[in-house]
């Protein structure tokens, strides 16, 4: 069983919906991720929170809005994303931001209709 | 830039074969590599982390080697099996971000 817990793990929401994708960790890391992986592509980092705080954004649109309510959790909201926003999403945490390992989520399979 | 490679894209072996996977990458001022796993639909497995002072790492049938200079990692996984099909994917840490190699995808066949 993995040790973060990511919620949905399937979503499926039409281009002018408003969803929150969840991830959660227990382990006592402070440093948390959001990835966007396609089909046979490897994750692209999205977002880094750093002691709850954002400290990575790769350019990524603001229909994408990331949130980090307290050093166990991790939202990202999403609104108005289109066709090729459909991907799968990845969580991860590790220790802190430069210490290693990652220890990932399964993902949520987002598609956009 | 850093630009991670692995050879080769996909790898198709008999159930028992010794095997070895191969990664690079062009900037050698890394904080570690990682070698994942990630089954299909599923999140990434983390099988062993080398850090830059480190050559190798062993975890039970793998092992991971790291020659920082000239650029290269290698994952030997021995005596393998049907249950080790998958992708495997290297990735190289510096400043907080992973930078991941496309994969090579693995099937062992029975």
């Known amino acids: 069983d993995t040790e973060v817990t990511q919620t949905p793990k399937h979503l499926v929401m039409g281009m002018t919906n408003k969803k929150s994708l969840k991830c959660e960790q227990h382990?006592?890391?402070?440093?948390m991720y959001w990835y966007k992986q396609k089909a046979k592509k490897p994750p692209e980092l999205m977002f880094v929170?750093?002691?709850?705080?954002?400290?990575i954004n790769e350019s990524v649109p603001s229909r994408f809005s990331p949130e980090c309510p307290n050093s166990s959790l991790l939202n990202l909201h999403l609104h108005a994303l289109q066709p090729e926003d459909s991907a799968l999403y990845l969580c991860?945490?590790?220790?802190?931001?430069?210490?290693?390992?990652?220890?990932f989520g399964d993902g949520t399979r987002l598609s956009i209709l | 830039k850093q630009e991670v490679t692995q050879i080769p894209a996909a790898l198709s072996v008999p159930e028992g074969e010794n095997l070895v996977l191969n990664c690079s990458f062009t900037?050698?001022?890394?904080?570690?590599l990682q070698w994942f796993r990630q089954d299909p639909g599923k999140g990434l497995t983390s099988l062993l982390l080398?850090?830059?002072?480190?050559r190798e790492q062993t975890s039970g049938r793998l092992n991971a080697s790291l020659d920082k200079s000239s650029g290269r990692s290698t994952l030997y996984i021995a005596a393998s099996q049907p249950g080790d099909s998958a992708t495997y994917l290297c990735?190289?840490?510096?400043?907080?971000?992973?930078?991941f190699g496309q994969g090579t995808t693995l099937q062992v066949k029975p």
């Open positions: 991860a945490s590790s220790p802190g931001m430069t210490v290693q390992p990652q220890h």
């Open positions: 382990m006592g890391h402070r440093a």
């Open positions: 929170y750093s002691y709850e705080k954002l400290s």
């Open positions: 900037d050698s001022a890394i904080y570690n």
């Open positions: 080398i850090q830059s002072s480190q």
């Open positions: 990735a190289v840490s510096n400043t907080g971000k992973l930078i």
